[in-house]
């Protein structure tokens, strides 16, 4: 098993920046492959990022390209999301997820195994 704890949302201006982290406890956090999801109210959770177990491989939503930035520190077990030029429809919770890999499709929310509580994000216009 493993927990996941994920901090650091909040409410920001449009154009302002944001530093969420996911902190996990249990197993071996290098072992996993992480990933950021958003589910905006009335709509379905999607993908955001996708960090391999060594942080050598990453993979962003469209929708988010050259803005967010995930990145990891094994030796902290914590993930991080860097979200920098917000607009009002990153407005969302964002959830934390951990995956064994192989893994077929990163963008598939039912492929992870754990997830976290989430933490609200807010973008004013």
């Known amino acids: 098993q493993v927990q996941l704890v994920e901090s650091g949302g909040g409410l920001v201006q449009a154009g302002g920046s944001l530093r969420l982290s996911c902190a996990a406890s249990?197993?071996?956090?290098?072992?996993?492959?992480m990933g950021w999801f958003r589910q905006a109210p009335g709509k379905e959770r999607e993908f955001v990022a996708h960090?391999?177990?060594?942080?050598?491989?990453?993979y962003y939503a469209d929708s988010v390209k050259g803005r967010f930035t995930i990145s990891r520190d094994n030796a902290k077990n914590t993930v991080y999301l860097q979200m920098d030029s917000l607009k009002p429809e990153d407005t969302a919770v964002y959830y934390c997820?951990?995956?064994?890999?192989?893994?077929?499709?990163?963008?598939?929310?039912?492929?992870?195994?754990?997830w976290g509580q989430g933490t609200q994000v807010t973008v004013s216009s």
């Open positions: 960090i391999s177990w060594s942080g050598r491989s990453t």
């Open positions: 249990g197993r071996t956090f290098s072992n996993y492959a």
């Open positions: 997820a951990a995956v064994i890999p192989p893994l077929a499709e990163v963008t598939i929310a039912t492929l992870y195994d754990y």
